[in-house]
Structure formats: structure tokens, C-alpha cells
């Protein structure tokens, strides 16, 4: 059984790994009428060639090669597109089911269009009006929750901490008010810690939940209080990944809202799934062999991301 379960720790890590949310940006600005300084970014450790874009409508004068900076292959283009974008297609070739491509805008007058491109959606009808909010990174907060295979697990392992509802709707505020507090002081600058000894200190507390689990340890009065404390390490996390994505100035206040919402929405998707699993398992003769390989799983998890990640920082 123990064998199983090591079969298992080893495939959902490289699931998440697999699945890293891993957006792509393509950023267009206008210089003057009609002409457009573009700037092509691309994720440099994305399996295979990078994806192509394309401007039918447009008539691009110049085009540099590739160069690599940080974690991104950068394209610069010159576009020329007669008039205005606007009512004009953009196309991405290539993209995969782990590569979305966010598309910003900027004009002259100072509006700005924001879309999403995703693998199943290759092309963008820019709209002749302008959008106010940059409402797609509500969806890239959901993906990000989503494909983010240590949150969720961390959200599973609080839920077998706690006993009944009321206890278990001030843990799952406290960790929500919590991620959303350091989410927000790092991406506005105020409070900064390394992403990568953050990323660490993630899987660490997974390793703290197995134990806990594994001690079939219940928290009837304050696991809001592990909630919130574990929950603020996780914020800085989560703005490593909008940081990691981008975003322009002028809209860094709504796209760390929508960016934030996005999140809340994607645990909210995730724990009724998690929640009946726990509950089930509370009320059937396997509870004891179950917390015990649910903290192997979790501990197993937390334990090959830690030794990971802190390869990554030496």
C-alpha cells in the first residue's frame, strides 16, 4: 500500500508541474496614429517551440529575434496597421492547455483593451470600445487556484482540522483574508520576501498539516488562527504568480482585485469537492486508514516540493 502511495505522490507532483499556470504576454502600444510598438513575451521554460503571433490586418515593418530575459523569450515588433487596431484580429499559433496569453493594449489617448487568448480561443477581435477593468485576470486568478496543486492540497488539509460549519466558514475567512492581506501589500511594494524561499516555506506548510492530519488533531475552538498565520505565507506566494504574469500601473489596483477575486472564486469551485470527500471519510469505517494515508500524501507531497524548491535556491 505504502508503495501505492509513493506512485501516487510521485504523479501528482508532476502533474503540478505540468499544469504551473505559465501565461504568455503580448503588449501593444501606440506611438503615433495607426502605429504600434509590440512587445512579445513568451515563457521560456514552456515545453516546445514558442507560440506565433500574428496580426492579419496589420502590416508589421520590423521584426527582432528573440532574446531571453529572466523567465521570458522577448520579441519586439513594428506594427503598422493603416488605422486603428481596433476592429482588427489578432492571432496566436501554438499556444498549449497550459499557456494562456494575456493581451494589453494602450492608445494614444490614454484607453487601454485588455483579452485573453487561450488554446481553444486562438484569435482576438480587438472591440472598437475600450474596456475600463481588467477583468481577465479574474479568470487568470481562477486558473492560477486551480493549476496551484500545493494551495489546493493546503486548503484539503485544513479541512481535516476542523468540526462543523461555523468553525469551518471562520477558517476557510481567516485563510481567504489572510492570503488576500500579503497578496496585497507585495504586489503594491510595501512588504517583499523571495519568491523562491516563499515558494519553500509553502511546501513547508504542508509537511505541518500532514502531522496535524495524521494525528487525527481537530481544532474545535481557533484553527482559524493556523488558518490566518499559514494563509498569509501563501499570499505572498500567490503574488509572485500577478507579478510573474504583469500587469501596467494603471490598473494595478483593479487587477490585483479582480486578480484576488479570481482566487476566491477557484477555492470556492474546489471545496465542496474537498469538503464532501472529508465528511464521507468521517462517517465511514476507513477514518483511521484514510487520515493516515491522506497524511502520507499530503506530508509526501509537501516533502518532495520543499527539497525541490530549496534546490532551487542553492
Given at each position: 500500500?505504502?508503495?501505492?502511495?509513493?506512485?501516487?505522490?510521485?504523479?501528482?507532483?508532476?502533474?503540478?508541474?505540468?499544469?504551473?499556470?505559465?501565461?504568455?504576454?503580448?503588449?501593444?502600444?501606440?506611438?503615433?496614429?495607426?502605429?504600434?510598438?509590440?512587445?512579445?513575451?513568451?515563457?521560456?521554460?514552456?515545453?516546445?517551440?514558442?507560440?506565433?503571433?500574428?496580426?492579419p490586418d496589420c502590416i508589421e515593418s520590423e521584426r527582432a529575434l528573440p532574446r531571453q530575459e529572466q523567465k521570458y523569450l522577448i520579441s519586439t515588433i513594428d506594427l503598422n496597421c493603416g488605422d486603428s487596431i481596433q476592429g482588427k484580429t489578432i492571432t496566436l499559433k501554438g499556444l498549449s492547455r497550459t499557456t494562456d496569453a494575456l493581451i494589453s493594449i494602450k492608445f494614444l489617448d490614454g484607453t487601454k483593451f485588455e483579452g485573453l487568448v487561450t488554446v481553444n480561443d486562438s484569435s482576438?477581435?480587438?472591440?472598437?470600445?475600450?474596456?475600463?477593468?481588467?477583468?481577465?485576470?479574474?479568470?487568470?486568478?481562477?486558473?492560477?487556484?486551480?493549476?496551484?496543486?500545493?494551495?489546493?492540497?493546503?486548503?484539503?488539509?485544513?479541512?481535516?482540522?476542523?468540526?462543523?460549519?461555523?468553525?469551518?466558514?471562520?477558517?476557510?475567512?481567516?485563510?481567504?483574508?489572510?492570503?488576500?492581506?500579503?497578496?496585497?501589500?507585495?504586489?503594491?511594494?510595501?512588504?517583499?520576501?523571495?519568491?523562491?524561499?516563499?515558494?519553500?516555506?509553502?511546501?513547508?506548510?504542508?509537511?505541518?498539516?500532514?502531522?496535524?492530519?495524521?494525528?487525527?488533531?481537530?481544532?474545535?475552538?481557533?484553527?482559524?488562527?493556523?488558518?490566518?498565520?499559514?494563509?498569509l505565507l501563501h499570499g505572498f506566494g500567490f503574488a509572485g504568480a500577478l507579478t510573474d504574469i504583469g500587469f501596467g500601473s494603471e490598473n494595478l489596483l483593479f487587477s490585483l482585485l479582480f486578480f484576488n477575486l479570481g482566487i476566491e472564486a477557484g477555492q470556492l469551485m474546489i471545496l465542496p469537492f474537498f469538503g464532501l470527500a472529508v465528511w464521507l471519510m468521517n462517517r465511514t469505517a476507513i477514518k483511521d486508514f484514510g487520515y493516515r494515508y491522506s497524511s502520507y500524501a499530503i506530508g509526501g507531497l509537501g516533502s518532495f516540493w520543499l527539497i525541490e524548491r530549496v534546490l532551487k535556491i542553492i
Open positions: 500500500m505504502k508503495s501505492l502511495i509513493i506512485l501516487f505522490i510521485f504523479f501528482l507532483s508532476n502533474l503540478n508541474f505540468a499544469h504551473e499556470m505559465n501565461p504568455a504576454r503580448l503588449v501593444l502600444n501606440e506611438q503615433t496614429n495607426s502605429n504600434y510598438k509590440v512587445t512579445w513575451m513568451f515563457p521560456a521554460k514552456t515545453a516546445g517551440l514558442p507560440a506565433e503571433v500574428s496580426f482576438l477581435l480587438v472591440p472598437k470600445e475600450t474596456t475600463l477593468y481588467p477583468t481577465n485576470y479574474f479568470w487568470l486568478g481562477v486558473e492560477h487556484l486551480l493549476s496551484g496543486m500545493d494551495h489546493m492540497i493546503f486548503v484539503l488539509g485544513l479541512l481535516f482540522l476542523v468540526t462543523g460549519v461555523n468553525t469551518l466558514i471562520k477558517t476557510i475567512t481567516a485563510f481567504t483574508a489572510a492570503h488576500s492581506i500579503t497578496l496585497s501589500l507585495s504586489v503594491l511594494g510595501w512588504v517583499n520576501l523571495p519568491q523562491a524561499s516563499t515558494e519553500a516555506f509553502i511546501a513547508l506548510t504542508l509537511i505541518y498539516l500532514a502531522l496535524e492530519v495524521g494525528d487525527q488533531q481537530k481544532y474545535k475552538s481557533t484553527p482559524w488562527v493556523l488558518a490566518f498565520g499559514f494563509g
